[in-house]
Structures are given as structure tokens and as C-alpha cells.
């Protein structure tokens, strides 16, 4: 059976749309407080399943370069490249602007100020996206999959080498957050982990480029592999279960940390995320009745605005005040608290979650796809 483009995409869309449903969930509890453990994720070193899903949404992006690539064959170089840099600084922008929004705050006085730029951050989920999109294309563009390999190796023993010489693997002592503070300022860095600290920073940013590459390469071998024997799926299969064994042995010298974006982490993620979309794979396109999984395929017709109405949509929410309270905790307190503290928080992102599977599904019914 050879794999037609039209199941590619739709095994793509998939995947794409569990990353992009797990991301609102775990964004968006009734009670961070009262959150699952398996829906947060790990404070410092470690790892849980919510920390699979950025790497993830990176990995997806890889593997639909595969037929973005295809595109640029009849392309002049300016041209691709062109293309390449719009859609990266429109995406970055996107991202920045999300982090500015509403662009006011309310003082105790019950006013409205301005929200100085100069305490907005700088970098993000959607700016490292962006960036890793921009790096990882060139990449694509001008190196061979051998390349790629070399690459990215070498792109995750340097981040290693730098890491350990030039800091520690500590929260106030780490390489990548001297980096962010001198280029960037403690003023543009995210603060939620107590001190200025931006776990989208730009030195931890080189090794979330090999997830990219990761998902590229998973994209080229299933483009370029007879798929009428189960060998096509075993391949990507042992070869994510070697990478988890060598994220996990990497793990005793370069801790696995998602917030850092260890070496370790990179390897073990796109090790999972190799078994998952083998998986995937397996139930859509090899057994006699395939799954749909029409639900999470919504999703990944328009992940990245679906990505941000959902955050837009929260931010409002948390914005617009209802006496005391934000108009998102009133929400929760009014609608889900009485299930119980975790049962309703939960309850509260799913309900979030679907309200923006409704828009994704009329987008998708519309035949509607918004790209940048």
C-alpha cells in the first residue's frame, strides 16, 4: 500500500490536533491550583506528559516541511526564502502582540493604563516556533538528510558543552538565562517560575530546532518508503524506542528538562513522539477498519489559530473583570466549582477546549483554512 498524500495529511492533521487539544487543556484550568499532576508540567527536572506537547506541535511542523519543501523546486531561492522569512516574522509578531494584549491593564482605581512595552516579553511559544520554523527551513532547503543528521548532533552536543561550561543546570544559574539578560533584559522575561526566567529563551531555542528536524526526516522516510509492509512503520518505531533509551541514559549527565530544552529532553521527545505517530499510522492507514479520529483531525485543519483564539479568548477572559473577579474565574466558580476542586478545574478546560473545537469545526466544515 503506498501512502497517498491525501492520508499523509490527514495522519499529520491528527497529530497535530491531539498537540493543539492537550495545549488548551493544560493552558486553561478552572484552578491551576487545582490541577491533575499529569496535566502539569515538571517544575525543574523531570518530565510529564504535558511537557510532550510543545515538542510535539515542533515535530508536526517538520513533518509538513516534507510538502512544503516539494513547492520549492520550481521556486527561485529569493523567492522561497521570501516566503520563508514572511511567514516566520508574521508568526513572531503573532506571538508578541498575544503577550501585549489587551495592551491595558486596570489600576486599583478601577482605570485603564497603558501596558509599557518595555515590560512585555519579548519571546514565547508562538516566537519560538517562529524561529525554529526559520532555522529549520534553511536547513531543509540547502542540507541533505545525512546533513540534517550531522546537524543536529552537533547542534545538541554543543548545547551541552555550553550549558555545562558556562553555568549550571540550576534555575538562577543557568547559561541560557545569563544569555536572555544580557540580550533581551530581565524586564522582557517570563516570571511565572519566581525569577526572570524565559523558558522560550533564545539560547534554548537551538535544540528545539532538532525537534523540526526531527519530524522533517520521520516526513522524508515516509514519502520515500514503500509502505506495503509493516517494515515501514517498525523502522520508526524501533527508532523512536532507541532514541527514548538514549534520551533516558543522557539523562544521568544532561538532565531531561523542558524548560532548559535539554539535549536529553529533545532526544527523549521525539523518541515518544515517533512512537506516537507510528501509532498513529498503524490505526489510520493498516487495519481493516481504520479510527478516524475525525475529532482531533478538527484541530489540525487550522492549529496555529485555533492555538491563538484560544489563548486570545482566555486572556480576555481574565481581563474583563465581573465585580471582584476576573470574568474567567466567575465562569469557573459559578459553572464547575461545585464538581469539587480538580474534577471541576478540569471540567472547566474541557469545556474551554470544545468551545474552540466548535470554531475549528466550522471553520473545517467551511472548508476554511486560515495560513499565514
Given at each position: 500500500?503506498?501512502?497517498?498524500?491525501t492520508?499523509?495529511?490527514?495522519?499529520?492533521?491528527?497529530?497535530?490536533?491531539?498537540?493543539?487539544?492537550?495545549?488548551?487543556?493544560?493552558?486553561?484550568?478552572?484552578?491551576?491550583?487545582?490541577?491533575?499532576?499529569?496535566?502539569?508540567?515538571?517544575?525543574?527536572?523531570?518530565?510529564?506528559?504535558?511537557?510532550?506537547?510543545?515538542?510535539?506541535?515542533?515535530?508536526?511542523?517538520?513533518?509538513?516541511?516534507?510538502?512544503?519543501?516539494?513547492?520549492?523546486?520550481?521556486?527561485?531561492?529569493?523567492?522561497?526564502?521570501?516566503?520563508?522569512?514572511?511567514?516566520?516574522?508574521?508568526?513572531?509578531?503573532?506571538?508578541?502582540?498575544?503577550?501585549?494584549?489587551?495592551f491595558?491593564?486596570?489600576?486599583?482605581?478601577?482605570?485603564?493604563?497603558?501596558?509599557?512595552?518595555?515590560?512585555?516579553?519579548i519571546?514565547?511559544?508562538?516566537?519560538?516556533?517562529?524561529?525554529?520554523?526559520?532555522?529549520?527551513?534553511?536547513?531543509?532547503?540547502?542540507?541533505?538528510?545525512?546533513?540534517?543528521?550531522?546537524?543536529?548532533?552537533?547542534?545538541?552536543?554543543?548545547?551541552?558543552?555550553?550549558?555545562?561550561?558556562?553555568?549550571?543546570?540550576?534555575?538562577?544559574?543557568?547559561?541560557?538565562?545569563?544569555?536572555?539578560?544580557?540580550?533581551?533584559?530581565?524586564?522582557?522575561?517570563?516570571?511565572?517560575?519566581?525569577?526572570?526566567?524565559?523558558?522560550?529563551?533564545?539560547?534554548?531555542?537551538?535544540?528545539?530546532?532538532v525537534?523540526?528536524?526531527?519530524?522533517?526526516?520521520?516526513?522524508?522516510?515516509?514519502?520515500?518508503?514503500?509502505?506495503?509492509?509493516?517494515?515501514?512503520?517498525a523502522?520508526?518505531?524501533?527508532?523512536?524506542?532507541?532514541?527514548?533509551?538514549?534520551?533516558?541514559?543522557?539523562?544521568?549527565?544532561?538532565?531531561?528538562?523542558?524548560?532548559?530544552?535539554?539535549?536529553?529532553?529533545?532526544?527523549?521527545?521525539?523518541?515518544?513522539?515517533?512512537?506516537?505517530f507510528?501509532?498513529?499510522?498503524?490505526?489510520?492507514?493498516?487495519?481493516?477498519?481504520?479510527?478516524?479520529?475525525?475529532?482531533?483531525?478538527?484541530?489540525?485543519?487550522?492549529?496555529?489559530?485555533?492555538?491563538?483564539?484560544?489563548?486570545?479568548?482566555?486572556?480576555?477572559?481574565?481581563?474583563?473583570?465581573?465585580?471582584?473577579?476576573s470574568l474567567?474565574?466567575?465562569?469557573?466558580?459559578?459553572?464547575?466549582?461545585?464538581?469539587?476542586?480538580?474534577?471541576?478545574?478540569?471540567?472547566?478546560?474541557?469545556?474551554?477546549?470544545?468551545?474552540?473545537?466548535?470554531?475549528?469545526?466550522?471553520?473545517?466544515?467551511?472548508?476554511?483554512?486560515?495560513?499565514?
Amino acid at each position: 500500500m503506498e501512502l497517498t498524500k491525501t492520508k499523509r495529511f490527514t495522519a499529520l492533521d491528527i497529530f497535530r490536533g491531539m498537540t493543539i487539544c492537550l495545549m488548551i487543556i493544560v493552558n486553561t484550568p478552572g484552578d491551576y491550583n487545582a490541577t491533575f499532576s499529569l496535566l502539569l508540567h515538571a517544575n525543574w527536572h523531570g518530565f510529564t506528559p504535558t511537557d510532550l506537547v510543545f515538542p510535539s506541535f515542533l515535530f508536526a511542523i517538520g513533518s509538513s516541511l516534507v510538502f512544503v519543501k516539494s513547492k520549492w523546486k520550481d521556486k527561485e531561492a529569493s523567492q522561497v526564502f521570501f516566503k520563508i522569512i514572511k511567514r516566520s516574522v508574521i508568526i513572531f509578531l503573532l506571538g508578541y502582540l498575544m503577550y501585549w494584549f489587551p495592551f491595558f491593564d486596570w489600576t486599583d482605581s478601577g482605570s485603564l493604563t497603558f501596558r509599557p512595552i518595555s515590560e512585555t516579553r519579548i519571546l514565547g511559544v508562538l516566537q519560538r516556533i517562529a524561529l525554529c520554523y526559520l532555522a529549520a527551513s534553511v536547513m531543509i532547503y540547502y542540507f541533505t538528510p545525512r546533513q540534517l543528521v550531522i546537524s543536529s548532533v552537533a547542534i545538541l552536543l554543543g548545547y551541552w558543552f555550553v550549558m555545562g561550561v558556562f553555568g549550571d543546570y540550576t534555575l538562577p544559574g543557568n547559561a541560557a538565562l545569563m544569555v536572555d539578560k544580557i540580550i533581551l533584559g530581565a524586564s522582557h522575561l517570563y516570571t511565572g517560575d519566581g525569577i526572570p526566567f524565559d523558558p522560550e529563551g533564545l539560547l534554548s531555542t537551538f535544540p528545539s530546532i532538532v525537534n523540526i528536524l526531527g519530524g522533517y526526516l520521520l516526513g522524508l522516510f515516509l514519502t520515500k518508503t514503500d509502505l506495503s509492509s509493516y517494515r515501514s512503520l517498525a523502522l520508526p518505531l524501533l527508532a523512536g524506542i532507541s532514541l527514548l533509551f538514549v534520551g533516558f541514559l543522557w539523562d544521568f549527565l544532561f538532565p531531561i528538562n523542558k524548560k532548559l530544552w535539554t539535549s536529553s529532553f529533545v532526544i527523549f521527545t521525539i523518541g515518544l513522539d515517533l512512537i506516537v505517530f507510528s501509532f498513529i499510522l498503524y490505526l489510520t492507514d493498516f487495519i481493516k477498519k481504520p479510527w478516524k479520529f475525525k475529532f482531533f483531525e478538527t484541530f489540525g485543519v487550522n492549529p496555529l489559530f485555533i492555538y491563538l483564539l484560544s489563548e486570545y479568548l482566555a486572556i480576555l477572559m481574565w481581563w474583563i473583570p465581573v465585580g471582584d473577579i476576573s470574568l474567567f474565574d466567575f465562569l469557573y466558580q459559578k459553572g464547575f466549582s461545585f464538581m469539587g476542586p480538580y474534577v471541576g478545574s478540569l471540567a472547566f478546560a474541557l469545556a474551554f477546549m470544545m468551545i474552540n473545537w466548535s470554531m475549528a469545526k466550522w471553520l473545517e466544515n467551511r472548508k476554511i483554512i486560515i495560513k499565514v
